[in-house]
């Protein structure tokens, strides 16, 4: 899985192709939409939100290995 990346904004949101679809870093569009300073807070918080409310959309995220910042690779919560 080759970690590519979108421009929204000209916010960098990290994509990957999996099983033919393309999934999006959940964090990168939260920081693009949101401009906050602390996206994977937010995210955090959020995601907590959606669970306890029963969101669907806390169903689908899926979580794949991206290219994080630093070059490594690592599980990011993604979605389609």
């Known amino acids: 899985m080759d970690t590519k990346i ?3 904004q000209n916010k960098e949101i990290r994509k990957t ?3 033919e ?3 999006f870093s ?8 949101t401009d ?4 994977r807070r937010y995210w955090s918080d959020l995601k907590i939100k959606l669970q306890n409310e029963g969101s669907e959309l ?3 995220i899926v979580q794949l290995k991206l290219t994080a910042p ?5 599980e990011t919560d993604c979605i389609n």
């Open 6 to 8: 979108a421009l929204f």
């Open 17 to 19: 192709l999996h099983n």
């Open 70 to 74: 630093d070059g490594k690779k690592r």
């Open 36 to 39: 906050s300073s602390a996206p």
């Open 58 to 60: 806390y169903e689908k």
């Open 21 to 23: 679809e393309w999934w």
């Open 26 to 33: 959940v964090v990168d569009i939260v920081e693009a939409l």
